[in-house]
């Protein structure tokens, strides 16, 4: 901030409050002088508000922040309005720079915040979410805001850059895939990477409060591609790997339909074996495809003689993907999905014919706790915001943190938040020392009743947000923007990936 202060001309207080009127109005915001004398007529609260004797010509901090985002005032239109300091003042809010590390209580896990210790994260760990938090905030947080509203495909750029630091390499978890790769220009090593590594990368994407944009930015991905890495034969399997890492083609799992969501095995899409055995026609519909409307390839469960078979279905001929319009924004891609006599050769059968349910099953528990990794650090993210709106806003001549209910809500929210990270790495830990199979029986349980719990709690913290937020949780922009995103959104990790009752009773069958 001292940067952008060093050249301003040093203005007495009582020369501000010479500048009152439209057309030559001046206004102080945390020491710094503005002239609105032009900008005023374009306010989009009005003139009339700035005119008020409260604020035209005065210290209007208080008054600004109990209606603004701090961020707003550095947008390069307002950092032209500025011309001066205060004289023998100095500017108290330190703007946050891209890679900075909140300093609002419980802003970030513990492990995060200088005061506290970790058994959990290392060395590479912290390197990686530096990394990864300059790469949030420079790059993914300005698109996602900006495709989020206009519905797009996350740009080029974004998928290039994330190509490039083997972003989608990393988000399919530790192994093989990753040695002998650079991560992140370097942060950490392929060999080194762990589930904390992805664990990190999961919570730093999450920050971008765009829900509809993550699941667009390759969350399709995570899932779909799996069973083609632990199930495909050679040389499909390595063209598509390779293909998918590099951000060159985009990829689906396709299980859903209108009749069988939380009922896999209950799907009515069909698998036919040609009579020389080397093709199959499949035929059916697929509803709620992330990422469908994006894809090249999908990852198709469909029903065969004996069971249920997977396939890798390229988008072609008979293939037709259709956007659903979902509560949030076009830009994920949800499809609905026609297959209308599609045929794919043998070799693109993933795992064994009529056993499917295993190559879907095997991914679960992955895919469940990176929703949860996602699921609490977007419930921070609120807490953070309904810790800095109750002190900046100003209701009945205090701010709204001197009301005992607000603080009684608040402790609420911090300790949910606490708890489910606590759980969250607790798990992580232990599917860093276990096998894949070993998380498979040990681990599915305890993922499926942290799934539940940090939904749970995720619909606990919005709708003790949006009383905190007021008209401003319901408003798309301004200071509730993120509440108004997070209250219309949280609810999708409760159905996605196991609805959070079948969830809960999966975990007490498993015990
Ligand atoms: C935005 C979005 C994106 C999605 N992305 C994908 C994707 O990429 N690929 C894909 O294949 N699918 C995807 N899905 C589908 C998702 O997996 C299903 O919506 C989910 O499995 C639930 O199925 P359903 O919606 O048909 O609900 P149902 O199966 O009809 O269940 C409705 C409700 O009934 C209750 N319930 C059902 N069964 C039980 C039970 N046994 N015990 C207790 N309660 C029960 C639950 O509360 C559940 O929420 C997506 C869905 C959405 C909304």
Partial sequence: MAAQTENLKSIPKDEVAKHTKQGDLWVIVDSIVYDLSKFGAMHPGGIGVLLDPEVAGQDATTVFYGLHRSEILQ?????RLKIGIVEGQKPRIKPSLPGDISRVPYGEPTWLTPEYKSPYFKESHRALQKAMRIFVDELLYPDAQACEESGKRASKEVLQAMAENNLNRMRLGPGKHLHGHQLFGGAVKGEEFDYFHELVLNQEISRINARGYGDGLNAG??????????FAKEPLRSKVLDEVFSGQKVISLAISEAFAGSDVAGLRTTATKSEDGKT???NGTKKWITGGMHSDYFTVGAKTEGGLTVFLVPRGEGVETKQIKTSYSTTAGTAYITFDNVKVPAENML?????GLLVILSNFNHERWVMCCASARSSRTIVEECLKWGAQRFVFGKPLLAQAVIRHKLAA?????EATQAWLEQITYQMCNM???EQS????GQIAFLKMQSTRFAGEISDDAVQIFGGRAITRTGMGKFIEQFQRTQKFDAILGGAED?????GVRQA
């Fill in 75 to 79: 947008k390069p239109q307002y950092q």
């Fill in 221 to 230: 991905m995570v899932i779909g591609l799996p069973p083609v890495w632990n």
């Fill in 280 to 282: 199959w026609t499949i």
């Fill in 351 to 355: 795992g064994p014919e009529d056993g």
């Fill in 413 to 417: 929210m911090i300790a949910k938040v």
């Fill in 435 to 437: 096998s894949y199979k």
């Fill in 441 to 444: 029986r040990n681990l599915a």
């Fill in 502 to 506: 079948v969830l809960g009773d999966l």
